[in-house]
């Protein structure tokens, strides 16, 4: 499918490197000590690692209507992911879950509510007053 | 073989974020393991396909992506309103 001694290898390059950083995005995803930090863990595997492995892909179709798909399942993931990690974020804030901070000697804890929360309620006609029916 | 070296590290990442996806202590913990899931699952079936020689994976792939999203969106939704059938209405009558 491919031609070719430089094109094999920059596809090597792009597929080993994606591949990396996907699993850098997982690894984070199990180290990270809360949500907000895990969804930044994961968004690396989900943009670059993504990418890379695409790019080494479409290296290996050649100009066909093979990268043309593989570049539209990119564009999927690339604008999808971040409007899912934003929808979490907020649904995870309006649950009353906040980020871990950590104070000056070094610990994790709860973050001030005051500072992060959400501040939707200063807009007028779309406040969150009534509570949720959970 | 080079398709068959990038499977193994998207296989082990995976294998990592189903572990999160078990244990993690909040709902939000489990979704955002389940979407990465998802990614995983595109670029396997993607890598697969190119590794066997049949491209036509792809179009399973894509599918996959459109539909990852929407059920990410959806799971929120019911967490947040306790049911999938909630309009717009809570901006109006606020």
Do not use: C
């Not at chain 1, 995803?29 to 930044?40: C, I, K």
């Not at chain 1, 290296?59 to 604008?79: D, R, S």
């Not at chain 2, 697969?48 to 792809?58: A, I, K």
């Not at chain 2, 599918?63 to 909630?86: C, M, Q």
């Amino acid at each position: 499918m491919s031609a070719g001694f430089f094109t094999d290898l920059l596809s090597w390059l792009l597929l080993v490197a994606g591949g990396f950083f996907f699993l850098v995005g997982a690894i984070g995803l199990n180290r990270m000590p809360d949500v907000f930090t895990r969804m930044h863990a994961v968004s690396v595997g989900d943009t670059l690692g993504a990418g890379l492995l695409v790019a080494g892909m479409a290296l290996q179709a050649g100009p066909t209507l093979v990268t043309v798909k593989l570049f539209l399942i990119l564009l999927v993931i690339w604008f999808t992911g971040p409007v899912a990690t934003h929808a979490l974020a907020r649904a995870a804030l309006q649950d009353k879950l906040l980020p871990l901070i950590a104070n000056r000697s070094g610990k994790l804890v709860e973050g001030d509510p005051d500072k992060i929360a959400l501040k939707d309620s200063s807009k007028p006609g779309k406040g969150r007053a009534q509570p949720s029916k959970r | 073989m080079m398709f068959a070296a990038a499977i193994l590290a998207v296989l082990a990442a995976l294998i990592l974020t189903v572990v999160r996806a078990l244990k993690g202590p909040t709902v939000f913990d489990r979704l955002l393991a389940a979407n990465s899931i998802g990614t995983g699952a595109i670029l396997l079936l993607a890598l697969f396909g190119f590794m066997t020689g049949r491209p036509e994976f792809l179009d399973i792939g894509l599918l996959y992506a459109l539909l990852n999203v929407i059920g990410t969106l959806a799971v929120l939704k019911f967490f947040r309103y306790g049911s999938l059938g909630h309009g717009g209405e809570e901006e109006t009558e606020a």
